[in-house]
């Protein structure tokens, strides 16, 4: 990096008010995250801007079906971000396994769709609805009920199947209601009849928050053998989302899309609580000498390197303490 980039970095860096500060340290740590490898996973994160997401009641796409279930009965949710050629999805997708094993737990599989390397397993509907849910679209990310997430294959602890077992143990308390699904298929077709039923309380659901309703359509075996991380079969991809609405109990004709291959699709019922918008905060207008200074920065901050960049932090902090002398 050449020695005048660097100064100008520290210089402004130093000139600039302390809120500006933040700010440009914490453009410096989002480059940083962005460079770190994918396939390390952290802590598990709590997600606090979005609700919780239950349900998992299913029928068969290809008969009639009527499904009902309590809500402390339901299973646990586990979405996980795959993609075909991810090759350490499959570590995490065996881990999940293995957890299913002990646990009442339902699977949901969204494989990447929007980019370079689409995969023929995803679709537009669920890569839109996992961007505006969860925002990073990182394979492999796991999240549990739609409160935590974890994402890579290394665990934060002895092993994912530990990490994943832990994750679950934090369940939802849905207090005392139901669930019901039922579904009605027209005969030689694709289309048919829903119905959908869920009951609970008032109190559960946040104030000025409501609950959003869907039907996940699954296909419960697909084969591709053509994937780049040298597996074939592929289980419980969700091919495409049919919103519901806000009503907590309704009818729809819906048409179901065509299975990748073979005849095995499912109509899953989701729900998903719906957190009120947060109240916006004016932020007070910089100084355009500010500004420049952040442009500046951000301008250089391709050409550094992770050491670099920690290196410059660290110089403009010791310089600013030495001026506040």
Not at 10 to 17: F, Q, S, W
Not at 89 to 103: I, P
Not at 118 to 123: I, R, T
Request: with cysteine.
């Amino acid at each position: 990096m050449p020695d005048n980039t660097c100064k100008a970095i520290i210089e402004n860096m130093c000139a600039i008010t302390d809120t500006m500060r933040v700010r440009v340290i914490a453009i410096i740590f989002a480059l940083l995250v962005s460079l770190a490898p994918t396939s390390q996973a952290g802590q598990p994160e709590s997600l606090t801007d979005v609700g919780s997401v239950f349900g998992g009641l299913h029928v068969d796409a290809n008969s009639s079906g009527n499904v009902t279930n309590d809500l402390s009965s339901l299973p646990a949710i586990a979405e996980d971000y795959t993609a075909t050629w991810c090759t350490n999805c499959v570590k995490v997708e065996h881990a999940l396994n293995d957890v299913n094993e002990n646990r009442s737990m339902q699977q949901y599989h969204f494989h990447r769709f929007i980019g370079e390397n689409e995969d023929p397993l995803g679709s537009q509907e669920t890569d839109d609805r996992w961007i505006e849910r969860y925002e990073n679209r990182l394979p492999p990310t796991v999240v549990f009920n739609g409160t935590l997430r974890q994402i890579g294959s290394t665990p934060a602890g002895e092993s994912l199947v530990e990490d994943y077992t832990a994750n679950l143990a934090n369940h939802l308390d849905l207090g005392q209601g139901s669930s019901t699904l039922g579904w009605n298929p027209v005969e030689n077709s694709s289309s048919g009849t829903v119905v959908w039923n869920l009951i609970i309380e008032p109190s559960m659901i946040p104030e000025n928050g409501s609950i959003q309703s869907s039907l996940w359509i699954v296909e419960k075996l697909a084969y591709f053998p053509d994937g780049g991380n040298q597996e074939e079969y592929y289980h419980d991809s969700v091919r495409t989302i049919i919103t519901l609405g806000d009503a907590l109990s309704g009818t729809m004709d819906i048409t179901l899309p065509a299975a990748y291959d073979n005849d095995d699709l499912e109509i899953h019922l989701i729900h998903e609580m719906i957190l009120p918008e947060p109240e916006e905060v004016e932020e007070e207008e910089e100084s355009s000498e500010d500004d420049e200074a952040v442009e500046v920065i951000e301008d250089s901050m391709p050409a550094l390197g992770g050491l670099a960049i920690l290196s410059a932090i660290g110089m403009a902090a010791l310089i600013a303490q030495r001026r506040q002398r």
